[in-house]
């Protein structure tokens, strides 16, 4: 079965600084992987996807996403942090008729 | 569009209970799926459909029900609700060509 991993709980980072949130993968065949974010009291939110096609992706609120597929990942990204980008972000594989998520990783930006 | 609705937003239950949780969404789409997240936890997916009158188990359906009978509904249901149940349920989404889902706001739902 396909499934995601995301190594870090938690990622602190100052505002105005780039962040980076992990993940990493295991598939058969060819990944479809994904990114949500979850604010507090509210549903998950996509992100960004990757299904085929350039390896750096580009998604809402100025994240970008890089798939490495010599590294099995697909690390979230942004060059300068924002205060309310803080939230929860879950990584995500398609499987034949759902979608496995990673445990999710609490980004805190600090002003 | 209002994309995916659920209903209730909160709902307190006693041991024993049952309950449906509602979940519609407008978008024609033919897969529809149910999620429980509990605290400091990822999605465990519960049930899913990939069209109407068609179901299927997830990781957890243990305690609860599903059905499908039209594109826009998917209910779930818990018939005797157990403390492990306290959890928030998210209800989603997706079409047959796109390939992320679309949630919906969740129910936060607690079993004393």
């Known amino acids: 079965a396909q499934s995601v991993a995301q190594p870090e709980d938690q990622v602190n980072v100052a505002e105005g600084n780039p962040l980076t949130v992990k993940c990493t993968y295991s598939?058969?065949?060819?990944?479809?992987l994904f990114w949500y974010v979850q604010y507090p009291n509210r549903g998950l939110q996509f992100l960004l996807k990757?299904?085929?096609?350039?390896?750096l992706v580009k998604g809402s609120y100025g994240f970008e996403a890089e798939f490495n597929k010599s590294q099995t990942s697909f690390h979230l990204k942004k060059p300068s942090a924002l205060v309310s980008d803080s939230a929860l972000y879950f990584c995500?594989?398609?499987?034949?008729?759902?979608?496995?998520f990673g445990a999710g990783t609490r980004l805190t930006v600090k002003p | 569009n209002a994309g995916v609705t659920q209903t209730p937003k909160f709902r307190i239950l006693k041991i024993g209970q049952s309950m449906t949780l509602q979940c519609t969404q407008d978008?024609?789409?033919?897969?529809m799926y149910w999620y429980r997240q509990d605290p400091g936890m990822g999605l465990k997916l519960i049930y899913y459909?990939?069209?109407?009158?068609?179901?299927d188990k997830g990781e957890v359906p243990n305690g609860y029900n599903v059905s499908r009978s039209t594109t826009e509904d998917f209910p779930l249901r818990l018939e005797l609700a157990a403390p492990s149940q306290t959890s928030v349920y998210f209800c989603?989404?997706?079409?047959?060509?796109?390939?992320?889902?679309?949630f919906g706001p969740g129910t936060r739902l607690t079993v004393l």
């Open positions: 459909s990939v069209g109407a009158g068609i179901t």
């Open positions: 990757y299904i085929t096609g350039d390896n």
């Open positions: 978008m024609n789409h033919n897969y």
């Open positions: 995500a594989v398609r499987d034949i008729n759902d979608m496995r």
């Open positions: 989603a989404s997706r079409g047959t060509t796109n390939n992320e889902q679309f």
């Open positions: 598939v058969s065949g060819n990944p479809y």
